[in-house]
Structures are given as C-alpha cells and as structure tokens.
T-cell receptor
C-alpha cells in the first residue's frame, strides 16, 4: 500500500475554507485517494474519493495534482461540527482491500 | 444514504463472558467487515465476509469468530472475553461498483471487559 503523509493538526475559523493536504508520492496508477473523517468516539465517515480528476460532492472537494503525488481536501465553509480527525488513504479501487488509517490530521474549527 | 447500524454503542462485560456484537446494513452490500480500533495501533481488520455464509480471517482473528447468515447482518462473537479485547469495534460494509469499492462504517461499539 502507498503510504500517506499528513500534517498532525490544523486550525480553521468557522465559515472559512479548510484545506487539508496529503502527500502520497508512491501512489500506483490503479490506486485511488480516499478521505475519511472521524469525529470523537464515532465511526469513521466516508467523505470523498478520486483517481486523477478533481471531485466534488455535498461534503467536500478533492483536488489531486497532475502527477498524483499529492492531494488536498477542501471543506468550503467549515463549521464547528467539522472538527474531527481526517484520514487520507490510498487504495486499489477494485475488490476488497482493508483500510489502513495513518495518524491523520486533527482539524479544529473554532468560532 | 448508506446506513450501517451496530447493536450497542457501549458495552461492559466480564472476563470469560461470551459477547455478541451485531451489525446490520441496509444497502444490499456484498462485503462486510469487522475492525477494532485502539489508540496508537490504528484500525485493524478482524474478519470480513464477501457473501452470505462466507468469511475470511483478517489480521487479528484470534479470540473472535463471525457469522453471516443473512446478507444484511454480520455478527462478531467473542467466545470468551478477555481484558485485552477492550476496544472500539467498528463494522463496515461495501459494494464493488465497477472499479470502485468504498467502505461505510457504523457508529462503533465501545467494549469494556472487566
């Protein structure tokens, strides 16, 4: 599995965009970038995933660099409820593959 | 929306008890998983199932068993609970759609074994 590197923690003001970076320089051509988050004492929540094109859904946007060695998760208008640990994972899209979470980025959204 | 539910959010059991953790998903997913999550150790796969009555061991199956009699339900059984099984237990389900497999998690069961 490709490894990912994320900052340990980030702060964001409520209402501002939160941009969470992830480095995955050893990603393979058939590996997707997935983002999950985990609010304290809850199960992980799927956010978004992508292969090489930018993706957007109702929760967030995912920007993947052209060389696919890094990506950024964007929460366009962060709220207090977005305070969580965010995990960037790379994995093969097809078939089953266990999820391996690194240490993630602890995002704190403040008023 | 995908919904994965787990039978209990919090559970306290005594050493030696048999413990059942239930997981139900309502999206007709083929794949279901049981993980445990511990501080400093991250997420570890216990068992998974890719079809009814099928099961495969994950990385840490010792002390656990599973049952999948119906597609929507995947049970984790601790045959004789021990204190080192105190943990957060997470169930997930997924379906293979073309080239993409996305896992969705339940809320978790925090188990304390005394």
């Amino acid at each position: 599995d490709a490894k990912t590197t994320q900052p340990t923690s980030m702060d964001c003001a409520e209402g501002r965009a939160a941009n969470l970076p992830c480095n995955h320089s050893t990603i393979s051509g058939n590996e997707y970038v997935y983002w999950y988050r985990q609010i304290h004492s809850q199960g992980p929540q799927y956010i978004i995933h992508g292969l090489k094109n930018n993706e957007t859904n109702e929760m967030a946007s995912l920007i993947i660099t052209e060389d696919r060695k890094s990506s950024t998760l964007i929460l366009p208008h962060a709220t207090l409820r977005d305070t969580a640990v965010y995990y960037c994972i790379v994995k093969i899209g097809t078939g089953f593959q266990k999820l391996v979470f690194g240490t993630g980025t602890r995002l704190l959204v403040s008023p | 929306d995908v919904k994965v539910t787990q039978s209990s959010r919090y559970l306290v059991k005594r050493t030696g008890e048999k413990v059942f953790l239930e997981c139900v998903q309502d999206m007709d997913h083929e794949n279901m998983f049981w993980y445990r999550q511990d501080p400093g150790l991250g997420l570890r796969l216990i068992y998974f199932s890719y079809d009814v009555k099928m099961k495969e061991k994950g990385d840490i199956p010792e002390g656990y068993s599973v049952s999948r009699e119906k597609k929507e339900r995947f049970s984790l059984i601790l045959e004789s609970a021990s204190t080192n099984q105190t943990s957060m237990y997470l169930c997930a389900s997924s379906v293979n759609r073309g080239l993409q497999e996305t896992q969705y998690f339940g809320p978790g069961t925090r188990l304390l074994v005394l």
